[in-house]
């Protein structure tokens, strides 16, 4: 008879497992009492067992008392968490309270409490001295929880006795290599499609032409290989940069939209034009390797997009992977017409081709017609032959480790009888394979019994359902990566993941519990991603497209959709997504939840009732929600949440804003197209690691603190100004209003006017707004002489600036010293405030400053010096920048960005001994501070856009320079001087149509690319 699968067991199975335990030690030894011997005698005869009874639940008569047991721990479990939770925030409160008032002068006071108010509860035994503080009723509340959670653990033992189940031994696991990526029986197929890629070459199109680039696609159900055989073309092709530049990979989710996709081209074509060695940060990397690419994140209209994929598709031959091509409504259809009749409109090079993965024909034949391409061949990928499969099977079920013949011999006929249950699912070989391989891994370092856990496996029933045998593997993951995994179910479908953003989301929910105490968080919860993704839950995607170098790119994670399903599968009574105006439920039992802000009204009084929501995330409807009842209504009642993350709402009457939210560990802001006040009430949020907001117009006096990671971005309202900015001499206020007028000459024609109008358009409506007005937002638009855009936006700059200085009262940025990265974009601060906000900040590690164009030096060595830790630093379009002030004694600096920042007089400049990467963008004479420099460590060096008429570059003893990018340098002619540097290994050559010579290469250089210089390429 066929085994049902218990759906409610292996969604609930984490619990049964060693967390409890961790939640109990660190619940009764954050109450001061000794319960060593209790959690002893729950790790001797509880813990043991668990794992047995979950396995024996499957397919018994007494799955339902499992499942109810589950769910009761489960509950306890969560409970017991928000009890401590809850202890740690009035800890924190007390703290932050009595820190306020010695720094006021006051004297901390101390009230006695009667002890007749409280019991004291009966086990006076375990209290150990001084804990007076036993009293409080949140420990009492802590305490209770924590010995029904001990209670309901223990219970473990009965339903071992019911079950027949035996204890697990113990057995010190071991993890095993990842196998190296491997393609099995697909190279005919992929040699098919390479060659109708290259050799069917498109006849020529004209800018503008009706004809469409041509489409190949790969079709096949789902689970069969479509995604990895791409990703296998993709990587030959990209070992041949002469042929396909750029290589575009993009997925085509659920929810399609055609500008989130040109958006995503259009950085892809920028990160493969930016060739470069190590970026340090990969989140870093993905956004400072072209600046193109974060613009395109403020264009909506499909017409700018269009204009901006056109000027990065502009005389290239590419090719455009769309991976996951769906096509079952009039939106799809109207979606993928949009984008590829703005393909149609590139003036690329004839050759360019598409490659779509689709479950159907039917989808891929339906957008051709649409964007009139042809649509040659469908290739119709079938199952793996028996013989492939088994070797894709054995690859990842054998352990790595050596084999004598004859073990593996009888080995592989064991794992011939599990293959065959398995449907021919490549996801379902690696996913199992390699679930058996770690068990293996220990059954033969410890001589166990490995053929009775091979034949266990052979008499498992997986016919007729891939994801059976995936739910197998998924109870066999530990518990603390099942919850990480299944909480990305919260997420759409393809959706892609930083893996900051990962780490993130799992330290809120309490998902990372570190075995070392030496071990940070971040660094335990990168571990978690990598472990997922070596055991194939989650894929990595590298960014780079591109073959230029060797140098790590941002890279991205995904769920394959068979995984997705699954996620979603084991989530279905803790996560809830609704999406576009699809009905759904809402069960009471969630924790997480994602909805459209435009379905918040309709289902107010469901969410109302979710008690113990831990997550909310409210992404952007099709329209803006306005009524703040709705808010305010729902935020005043959920008091669990951890994450908060908000878009497409009105936050304008934001300032009842619900302090209750003692557990929130992130939380992000957006107020769409109106700006908003943050309230003085978050400062009260204790347990805040994570703030973000845009289009903030003011923030509260005094931050969280314990706050790590703060994020202020596109808030052209928000001003930081000191006294001492307000009490300058006119001259010094004229001095830095007019400190872009004669520096910029020559930048600002490289520039794009349709930027300029756009910035222009916040300083009017931020002028009209300070003297009372109305916005308008009536600008002219951008002229056909950009001198004249220019002079335009330059003298509105001016009269904001003006304004500015000329405030009644200053407003400061105060920090938390707590704060490990801060990202400063698109706000006005001045030179006083920013030196008041990098005070006192000795755990900055990264510091990013985009789109302050009041600024017009750093701080002194005075305030950087104190900047310890700080180790990545990047400046990106701060016109007025003039000086880098004392960034010579940042003691720790490993990288630095300077990107846009014409005005930089850098000869006077004196750059940190400790420095190993620079990037250079649109800054003049960046040649004259490496002349000069001390850069014994530097071993990558990007110059970008050297704008300034220079004939050569020169380039000082930098005798440890590995990787040197020279691009996009129209005036360059000559590159002397190399000779000097001893370590260079890799020099790359791009868009420098005047570079004719290259003299005095160093014998160390091992490899020269030349992209685009056709006087050097003649």
């Not at 009874?53 to 007494?62: D, F, R, T, W, Y």
């Not at 449907?423 to 220990?442: F, H, Q, R, S, Y």
């Not at 999406?579 to 969410?607: F, M, V, W, Y």
Request: aromatic content about 6%; hydrophobic content about 40%.
């Amino acid at each position: 008879m066929p085994v049902v699968e218990s759906i409610g067991v292996a969604a609930l199975g984490w619990v049964a497992s060693p967390l409890v335990a961790k939640l109990l030690n660190e619940g009764f030894d954050s109450l001061g009492i000794d319960a060593e011997e209790k959690l002893q005698k729950l790790r001797a005869s509880v813990l043991p067992v668990l794992k047995s009874v979950i396995e024996k639940a499957e397919g018994s008569p007494h799955r339902s008392e499992v499942e109810g047991w589950l769910q009761r721990l489960k509950d306890a479990y969560d409970g017991a968490e928000d009890a401590l939770d809850r202890l740690n925030y009035d800890r924190l409160r007390r703290k932050a309270k009595a820190a306020a008032r010695s720094s006021s002068g006051k004297r901390p006071t101390n009230p006695v409490r009667s002890s007749s108010v409280f019991r004291i509860p009966k086990p006076v035994k375990w209290v150990k001295k001084g804990g007076r503080d036993m009293l409080s009723p949140e420990k009492i509340k802590l305490k209770r929880r924590l010995n029904k959670l001990e209670k309901i653990a223990g219970e473990a033992k009965e339903l071992s006795t019911l079950l027949g189940a035996q204890p697990e031994t113990a057995e010190s696991r071991q993890t095993i290599s990842v196998p190296p990526p491997e393609v099995f029986g697909r190279d005919e197929k992929c040699d098919e499609i390479i060659w109708r890629l290259k050799r069917e070459v498109a006849a020529i199109r004209e800018p503008g032409s009706s004809s469409g680039v041509p489409i190949i696609a790969i079709v096949g159900r789902p689970g069969v290989g479509k995604t990895t055989l791409a990703q296998y073309v993709r990587e030959q092709l990209g070992s041949e940069s002469s042929h396909f530049h750029p290589i575009m990979w993009v997925h085509a989710s659920r929810n399609l939209n055609a500008a989130e996709i040109m958006k995503d081209i259009i950085q892809q074509a920028s990160l493969a034009g930016e060739p470069q060695e190590d970026l340090g940060d990969p989140d870093v990397a993905v956004l400072l390797s072209n600046l193109d690419a974060v613009v395109a994140g403020n264009l909506s209209s499909p017409e700018a997009l269009r204009l901006k994929m056109n000027k990065k598709l502009n005389a290239k031959k590419f090719l455009l992977v769309i991976d996951d091509v769906w096509c079952h409504t009039e939106d799809d259809e109207k979606n993928w017409d949009t984008l590829f009749r703005c393909l149609s409109k590139c003036c690329c090079l004839p050759g360019s081709k598409i490659l779509v993965t689709s479950q159907s024909d039917d989808a891929p034949r339906k957008i051709a017609a649409a964007c009139g391409a042809a649509v040659k061949p469908i290739l119709q990928l079938e199952e793996l032959e028996e013989n492939y499969f088994l070797d894709l099977f054995i690859h990842y079920a054998l352990p790595s480790r050596e084999i004598n013949s004859r073990l593996r011999e009888e080995l592989e006929e064991k794992c011939k009888t599990i293959a065959k249950k398995l449907n021919k699912d490549p996801t379902a070989a690696k996913m199992v394979g390699e679930t058996i391989a770690t068990e293996l891994a220990d059954l033969l370092r410890s001589q166990g019994d490995w053929r009775t856990y091979l034949e266990t496996i052979a008499q498992k029933d997986w016919s007729g359902a891939t994801t059976k045998a995936l739910m197998w593997s998924y109870q066999h993951l530990p518990a603390h990566l099942q919850r990480c995994f299944s909480y990305c179910s919260l997420y759409p479908r393809g959706h892609e993941f930083k893996a900051r953003e990962l780490v993130q989301l799992w330290m809120a929910q309490g998902f990372i519990k570190p075995d070392d105490q030496n071990e940070t968080m971040e660094d335990a919860g990168n571990g978690y991603l990598e472990k997922l993704v070596s055991r194939f839950y989650i894929q990595f995607h590298n960014r780079d497209s591109h073959s230029f170098g060797t140098g790590k790119r941002g890279g991205y994670y995904t769920l394959h959709e068979l995984l997705y399903d699954l996620a979603v599968k084991v989530t279905s009574s803790d996560c809830v997504r609704i999406e576009g105006n699809r009905q759904s439920e809402i069960p009471s039992t969630i924790r997480h939840l994602c909805i459209p802000a435009d379905r918040l009204n309709e289902n107010k009084k469901s969410i109302c009732k979710l008690k113990k929501l831990r997550t909310l995330i409210v992404t952007k409807g099709e329209s803006v929600v306005s009524d703040e009842n709705v808010v305010t209504d729902i935020f005043k009642r959920l008091r669990k949440l951890r994450v908060l993350l908000v878009l497409g709402l009105n936050l304008e009457k934001l300032a009842k804003f619900n302090s209750e939210m003692k557990h929130l560990r992130i939380l992000q802001l957006s107020g769409g197209t109106s700006e908003f006040v943050l309230p003085e009430l978050v400062s009260t949020l204790y347990q805040l690691q994570v703030l973000e907001v845009e289009n903030a117009s003011s923030l509260p006096a005094r931050l969280p603190p314990r706050l790590q990671k703060i994020t202020i971005i596109r808030s052209p309202f928000l001003t930081f100004v000191t006294n001492e900015d307000l009490q300058l001499s006119q001259d010094d206020k004229r001095s830095i209003r007019e400190v872009m007028r004669n520096r910029t000459q020559e930048w600002f024609r490289h520039q794009y006017k349709e930027d300029l109008v756009r910035n222009e358009r916040e300083m009017r409506n931020f002028i009209a707004t300070m003297n009372g007005r109305e916005h308008n937002n009536s600008v002219p638009a951008a002229d056909a002489d950009i001198a004249a855009v220019w002079g335009r936006w330059l003298e509105t700059y001016e009269r904001k600036t003006e304004l500015i200085y000329s405030r009644q009262n200053e407003a400061k940025l105060h920090l938390p010293s707590t704060i490990t990265r801060l990202w400063l974009e698109g706000c006005n601060m001045t030179d006083h405030a920013l030196s008041v906000c990098l005070q006192n900040l000795p755990s900055l590690t990264q510091l990013l400053l985009a789109d302050l164009k009041m600024i017009t030096r750093l701080p002194s060595a005075d305030v950087l010096a104190n900047l310890i830790s700080l180790q990545t630093l990047r400046l990106s379009d701060c016109w007025a920048l003039t000086s880098l002030g004392g960034i010579g004694s940042l003691p720790c600096l490993r990288k630095l960005f300077l990107i846009g920042c014409p005005c930089l007089d850098i000869k006077t400049a004196v750059l940190p001994p400790s420095l190993q990467s620079i990037f250079f963008d649109s800054c003049a004479d960046a040649d004259v501070i490496l002349a000069n420099a001390n850069l014994p460590h530097l071993s990558h060096l990007t110059i970008s856009r050297f704008h300034k008429q220079t004939a050569s570059l020169q380039f000082g003893n930098l005798r440890s320079l590995q990787s040197l990018t020279v691009e996009h340098c129209s005036g360059l002619s000559s590159l002397v001087d190399l000779r000097e540097l001893h370590s260079l290994k890799l020099l790359i050559l791009e868009s420098c149509p005047k570079l004719q010579s290259v003299a005095k290469v160093p014998r160390s250089l091992k490899r020269i690319v030349i992209y685009k210089c056709p006087l050097l390429e003649g």
